[in-house]
């Protein structure tokens, strides 16, 4: 009911920035929230920061004022700003949405890799 694509990754060096987004398409209306997750080889996949239907938002530690999740409803669009990126940043991000019936989404994940 609901398709994501996920955009901005690449290849940065630390202390650089990256913007991704999230873009929805479908009954976006059900979606209860969107989550950035992001999971690097050998590791289990972590949620990085999500925002809910009404705004509110939460961080991963890891990424505690260095990141920040936006949307824009206009454009159905969930981004992730990334800021002061680290080598342990490197990973496939993934967005997520939550579905009211309890239902979730997936995107195909982009590449964020971050080295000298």
């Known amino acids: 009911q609901v398709q994501l694509v996920e955009s901005g990754g690449g290849l940065v060096q630390p202390v650089g920035a990256l913007r991704l987004a999230c873009a929805a398409s479908?009954?976006?209306?059900?979606?209860?929230?969107v989550g950035w997750y992001r999971q690097a080889p050998g590791k289990q996949r972590e949620l990085v920061a999500h925002?809910?239907?009404?705004?509110?938002?939460n961080y991963a530690d890891s990424v505690k004022g260095r990141f920040t999740i936006s949307r824009d409803n206009a454009k159905n669009t969930v981004y992730l700003q990334m800021n002061s990126l680290k080598p342990e940043d490197t990973a496939v991000y993934y967005c997520?949405?939550?579905?009211?019936?309890?239902?979730?989404?997936w995107g195909q994940g982009t590449q964020v890799t971050v080295s000298s």
């Open positions: 925002i809910t239907s009404g705004g509110s938002t």
């Open positions: 479908g009954s976006i209306f059900s979606i209860h929230f």
């Open positions: 997520n949405a939550e579905l009211r019936a309890g239902q979730n989404s």
